[in-house]
């Protein structure tokens, strides 16, 4: 099973949104509605943003939304702020042998 | 709020057992899967495997012929087993609790390095 291919880097100002892909294929992204998102900061754990695509647990402000076209999944921050500056990474689910797999990580300056 | 807290050792010589536990902080211990993810320094995150309550385990393909994880419910805690490491076995390794389809919590991630 691939790693998803995210793009290595994408900034905006604060305010701006951003938007960030995570392509897979048939087998994972396109094949299960089950992509998550993930903030991490420096030497800080990663922190669940989104799940099932497009949900947000609580706490997490609604200026993080999800989606999803086909393989590729799209994490999109509205209203940037100083805080969001952190590498984001995508997961997805793949079935029963691989259960999950990763994206390759975006990390987000806020300009 | 589920928090976990990780330890084992750090430095590992080629050929020898890596061995992590993690403890489980808050939340019901048998809501979840406990899994276990690892990071090589400059790469993408890895999924190694998981286990659940009732002992039932999946793991990684490319992993499931040197890799254990165990359960100790009483005391909360979980354990990663992985045989014959080599070099490129050096990972930031992470425990986690999963649903079925999501990973949920992370720990804070633990540098094993292997090195002779």
């Known amino acids: 099973q691939s790693a998803l291919t995210q793009p290595r880097s994408v900034s905006g100002s604060p305010g701006q949104s951003v938007t960030i892909s995570c392509t897979g294929t048939s087998s994972d992204v396109g094949g299960y509605n089950y992509v998550s998102w993930y903030q991490q900061h420096p030497a800080k754990a990663p922190k669940l943003m989104i799940y099932d695509v497009n949900k947000r647990p609580s706490g997490v402000p609604d200026r993080f939304s999800g989606s999803k076209s086909g393989n590729t999944a799209s994490l999109t921050i509205s209203g940037l702020q100083a805080e969001d500056e952190a590498d984001y990474f995508c997961?997805?689910?793949?079935?029963?042998?691989?259960?999950?797999?990763f994206g390759t990580g975006t990390k987000v300056t806020v300009l | 709020q589920v928090q976990l807290q990780q330890w084992g050792a750090g430095l590992l010589k080629p050929s020898e057992t890596l061995s992590l536990t993690c403890a489980v902080y808050?939340?019901?211990?048998?809501?979840?899967?406990w899994s276990w993810i690892r990071q090589p320094p400059g790469k993408g995150l890895e999924w190694i495997g998981e286990i659940n309550n009732s002992g039932s385990t999946n793991f990684s393909p490319s992993l499931k012929s040197r890799v254990s994880i165990s359960v100790d419910t009483s005391q909360k805690q979980f354990t990663l087993n992985l045989s014959s490491v080599t070099a490129a076995d050096t990972a930031v390794y992470y425990c986690?609790?999963?649903?079925?389809?999501?990973?949920?919590?992370w720990g804070q991630g633990i540098l094993v390095t292997v090195s002779s």
């Open positions: 986690a609790t999963a649903s079925d389809t999501t990973i949920v919590n």
């Open positions: 808050g939340g019901s211990f048998s809501d979840y899967y």
């Open positions: 997961c997805s689910y793949a079935g029963d042998y691989t259960l999950f797999v």
